[in-house]
């Protein structure tokens, strides 16, 4: 399991504008560099991730090769209740990750 690191508020009022910012230790090879020895490394990348909201979607983006390693993505969401946010990251070799981080909103 990949080190995953989730910045956001703990609580917030109804209709708060949230930032979130997320981090996960991935290497994010791409597959075009060669090792010490000459042969080309396997392509290792994260591909997608997604985080929702109660299990509503709220953020998606797709991740390609030239996206550097343990990649950082920060986006902005509306406080609407009190829940969980899931937070979603998949990739190569089937990989998939989830983390859950709980608000309250009043």
């Not at 075009?32 to 290792?44: M, Y």
């Not at 993505?73 to 990989?95: K, Y």
Request: charged letters at 25%.
């Amino acid at each position: 399991m990949a080190r995953t690191l989730i910045t956001m508020p703990k609580t917030a009022r109804r209709g708060e504008v949230l930032e979130i910012r997320t981090l996960i230790a991935h290497p994010m090879e791409s597959g075009h560099r060669a090792d010490g020895e000459g042969r080309v490394r396997p392509r290792d990348i994260l591909r997608r991730f997604s985080c929702r909201y109660n299990g509503e979607l709220v953020f998606r983006a797709e991740l390609f090769a030239a996206v550097a390693a343990n990649p950082y993505i920060a986006f902005f969401t509306v406080a609407q209740s009190s829940g969980t946010l899931s937070f979603t990251w998949e990739g190569d070799n089937g990989f998939a990750q989830t983390d859950s981080v709980a608000i309250s909103v009043t």
